[in-house]
């Protein structure tokens, strides 16, 4: 598709509204696996092994989801990851003990990672270089509504027709999610082939430079997002302030960052992926690092408006960016690697939160995550010009 015929639009049945309903049934799923866990008896330790379990599944199949992408093709790929979700959920609603909701969890992280994988890989190619920016900040804005969504969803449900249903309703959203794209006509999206020979490892080794620089920037700037998510709420508990006090004080700087999602996509447009990246990390690491300064409920307040911000000024930064960085001919297999690191970023920075604290406390653990974003920032700088210059602006095309 060239730049003068994309529109926006064309991309709401099979990309919008799917990634929506995707994100919403997760949203709705991941409060009720530890819970099913507890009511089967088991401890909170290991009730929260249950969604350890899911970011494991969807780290372990970013690479059989590129094989099945590349052979299939990214259409089938997200009907895929539609039918598998939808049919794993069901096995934990069926209620057939831990090690069913053990699988389950492992099963619906690899159907996210097919079905986020594929959804990236279209996008990379139907949307031109010059349009990336905003289309993709809109596609985080979905990631931001469907986990808005989904749990209020899901607890309307459970509060009719008990936890099971939960597992039912998340399962009727996925299903819906295929169905949307389904109705796309399958020429109206289709990718060219793609795949160099020798696979996944062959294209991680030819690409290694980006994948060293600038996925190593992006596994940052992801692990930086999620330590806002893990390390504010201990830091709460922590100054005592109450869990209503602190729910109303996430769900307000959740709205800001709801609300702004498409400012990055604004900014990367307009002034370039550098004010979306850097400026963000930038502001994260500061945050994290003077957290020990946060000592009550109001500088509490302006600690998470920070860093909700600087959330919104980054959404969909690295779909851009692995869209960018990802040769044409081997797209999936590119996506692969790129991903393995941000979802590596995310599944690792609890653990670095966990272990951090234990040994120097929760303001030393802040503070070193905070310098790891200044890392990451300096990558940004030194190696975006190199490997992802913007696109150019329309009067400047030749």
């Known amino acids: 598709m060239s730049a003068d015929d994309f529109r926006k639009r064309r991309l709401i049945a099979p990309v919008y509204l799917p990634s929506l309903l995707f994100t919403a049934a997760e949203g709705a799923l991941l409060p009720i696996l530890p819970v099913s866990a507890v009511l089967y008896g088991f401890s909170l330790a290991e009730a929260a092994i249950v969604t350890t379990v899911l970011m494991v599944g969807t780290l372990i199949f970013e690479v059989p989801a590129a094989r099945i992408t590349a052979r299939i093709g990214e259409r089938n790929s997200i009907l895929l990851a539609s039918v598998m ?56 804005g979905m990631f931001r509504g469907g986990f808005a969504i989904g ?40 990718t060219p082939k793609s795949g160099l020979e020798g696979g996944i490892w062959a294209v991680a080794k030819q690409e290694a430079p980006k994948l060293a620089t600038l996925g190593v920037a992006s596994a940052i700037i992801s692990a930086g997002r999620t330590i806002r998510l893990i390390g504010l709420p201990l830091l709460a508990i922590q100054l005592g302030i109450g869990p209503a006090e602190s729910s109303f004080i996430f769900g307000i700087t959740g709205f800001i960052d709801f609300a702004l999602f498409y400012l990055s996509g604004i900014i990367m447009d307009r002034y370039g992926k550098f004010w979306s990246s850097v400026p963000t990390l930038l502001a994260l690491g500061t945050a994290y690092l003077f957290s020990f300064m946060v000592t009550d409920v109001f500088s509490f307040w302006v600690l998470a408006s920070v860093t909700a911000l600087a959330n919104a000024a980054s959404a969909g930064i690295n779909m851009v960016l692995g869209a960018d960085l990802a040769p044409p001919n081997s797209r999936p297999q590119f996506l692969a690697s790129f991903r393995i690191l941000t979802s590596g970023g995310v599944a690792v920075a609890p653990a670095m939160i966990s272990a951090l604290t234990a040994t120097v406390g929760l303001a030393g653990a802040l503070a070193t995550t905070g310098l790891l974003n200044f890392v990451g920032a300096y990558l940004f700088w030194r190696y975006l010009p190199v490997y992802a210059p913007d696109a150019p602006k329309p009067d400047q095309d030749s």
């Open 85 to 140: 979700g939808a049919l794993l959920l069901l096995l934990a609603f069926f209620d057939l003990g831990y090690g069913a909701l053990l699988g389950a969890a492992l099963g619906f992280g690899a159907a996210h990672s097919l079905f986020g994988l594929a959804r990236h890989s279209l996008l990379s190619s139907l949307v031109p270089a010059r349009h990336r920016p905003r289309s993709m900040s809109l596609l985080g």
């Open 151 to 190: 749990p209020v969803v899901g607890a309307g449900f459970i509060a009719l027709f008990g936890v099971q249903s939960g597992y039912l309703v998340a399962a009727v959203m996925i299903l819906a999610a295929g169905i949307s794209v389904l109705s796309v006509k399958a020429e109206r999206i289709v």
